[in-house]
């Protein structure tokens, strides 16, 4: 059936879009990224395979969520466990937080440790409307942004404000109760420029799941041009979460439905200077807090020890962080050089999860530095190190290099390696949970076990690359031949609880602890992005990722989908008219841990279909407007990221069937250049 959609549409096409592309696809120069060295590069001179997706295409695909649009990038995998809340990772191997990924808005991070370490993707910092483009790098880069770029890093890059709309109005309502709402505006006071932006997403999410969603977000930035030389920006954020969590058949409500709140609000400020023209000097502070509230109830029934009874459950924590960043950029005719300092303090607080005793703050000092250099006419040389401290783990060094050859006029070749470190969040090595009786005070569940002896991650990589691009079909290619060795891999397990804290249901519910594994993961493959303009007004994005693991854990090899597809087609009609058609193919994945304690589950294969319709018109005074009819997760009902704790729970009551199946939302969206 979907075979037959996508035919009838290509059927309807005015045979103007058939017309010839462009006769030389050189004329458009390749994109200027920053994210894979701190260093401005065309897209053939970067250490490294990256991928950039431009705040047009993210508007193009009419997507409410964007991590949505992460499905376009070769090795990506990502997902939803249910429809408020996703999952992305890059070659998979993610928890139920993944964190390889080191995710950076205006080149700062924004993991949380409230987020158990991860990114809550549902409550970014950031609006559609203020993004300017994204760069995903793919591949270790902890030798440019730190531990977190453990498998690479996606730069998230807002427009500066001169390079704003006036001002934009969108609204979108559709099935599931969608009702969102996005607005964008500035204002001038002499050399300074403001700009305020508001998002809302409201939904039910999926059939017979409690995941609502209803949240707001406020930011706010400022670009003060105090000199010709001196430049500064200061980026605010607020954001306000209400969703549904948990599952209504859990054991003993160990993840019971409910409702979680979470605030979040932020300060960034950044200060650049150029001394001179082949010099820039950057100053930046960072601030963060985070804080979410989530309680249930869980019940112990009758015939086991101390039962039956009700334990609350309280999983609210908070979290800040605070980061000083200084760095330093020199060029000249045949090299570029880059250095800088870090500094970082994160602090979490959460007295169910950490019964021991709240953790101590957590500082992070780091040194780094880039050198790309042109070895010959057709040569580039380029190599970054960070030297790392991190809490009590040993001082780490992260290197990273990579040669360039430009074979031919737009043909590159390019070898490198890399290492990585991995900073685990807090709480798999601190994290304590008792659950006690409320009556007799006596210790029934040690839901989870700090450790204190456990290692950072270590990745070695090596890869190589070719970014080629061909005047027929205005055609660019890009491929990663990647062999990646992942050592000292933490996973969760059941274990005894010591004693004098063995707990009195022990032999019903065991504890959790994280823990290194002694096998090397060895992920070997190739993925490859073409991108091609056949005709006039039209873009198709092919995006193929084939991944070999070895980890001689079946359980651990099932958290790496083995392939992952997708193609996207973007056409514009005419004048008025234009339109996507998205298709994902993913591989059998097993996803994150869940609560519970579990065993192995994996989501089958899945095919997924997205498409938008849109028609504009430019009304008085140059404003346009633009009407869509979105629709995702069309085709086959599937499941894409299971919770492995339910569904090992459900197991136990004879009952296979995947818990959380994804529904499909259609919804029309109104858009206003103001």
Known sequence: MPLRWLALALSGLPLACF???PEDPFIEDLPVVISASRMP???????????????????????????????????MQTG????????V???????????????????????????FGGVDWTNLPVTPDEIERIEVVRGPNAATYGANAFMGVINIITRHTAQSPDGRLTGRVGNAQIRDSDGITHFEAGPTRTQLALSTRHDSGFDNLRDERRSELLTLRSDWQVSNRNEVMLRASASNLRRG????????????????WGTAQSLHLKWVGTPREDEELLAQYFHNESHYTDGWTAHIPAGYPYGPTQIDVNRNRRSSRDQFEFQHRSSGKTRQMVWGVEARRDRT???????????????????????????????????????????SEPTHFAPRSFLNWQAAEGHTLRVGAARAYQQR????????????????????VRAYMPNP???????????????????????????RLFNERIKDYIARVSVNSPAPYTAALESWIGSLQYQNMSRTITLRGVEYQLKSRPWRNGEIILSHAMIDRHSGDAGIDDRVAPYVASLSWFQKLDAHWSGMISVLRMGPISGGDGIAPLTNYVAKPYTSFDARIAWQTMLRQHRKLEIALNAINLGEKHQEIPDRGVQSYHATLGDKTPANITSRMIYLSASLDM
């Open 245 to 260: 969590e948990g599952y209504d058949s859990t054991l003993y409500d160990s993840n019971g439905s409910r409702k979680s």
């Open 41 to 75: 590069q065309s897209l053939d001179r970067a250490p490294g395979s990256v991928t950039v997706i431009d705040g047009d295409l993210i508007r193009a695909s009419g997507y409410r969520d964007l991590a949505r649009i992460f499905r376009l990038v070769p090795g």
């Open 453 to 479: 002896d456990l290692r950072q991650e270590r990745i070695d990589s090596a890869e190589i690359g070719y970014l080629g691009r061909f005047r027929t079909l205005s055609t660019t290619l890009d491929v």
């Open 80 to 87: 939803q466990e249910r429809g408020n809340n996703y999952w």
């Open 89 to 115: 990772s890059y070659h998979g191997l993610g928890n139920n937080f993944p964190s390889e990924l080191q995710v950076l808005v205006d080149g700062r991070s924004i993991y949380s440790l409230a987020s």
């Open 19 to 21: 017309a010839a592309p």
């Open 425 to 444: 969040p807090t709480f798999e090595k601190e994290g304590d949970i008792r659950v006690i009786d409320p009556v007799s005070g006596a210790l029934l």
């Open 349 to 391: 607080s959460s007295p169910y999860m950490y019964a021991n005793g709240e953790p101590k703050p957590v500082d992070l000092y780091r040194l780094f530095g880039s050198l790309d250099e042109d070895l010959a006419r057709h040569w580039q040389l380029n190599i970054g190190a960070a030297i790392e401290r991190y809490r």
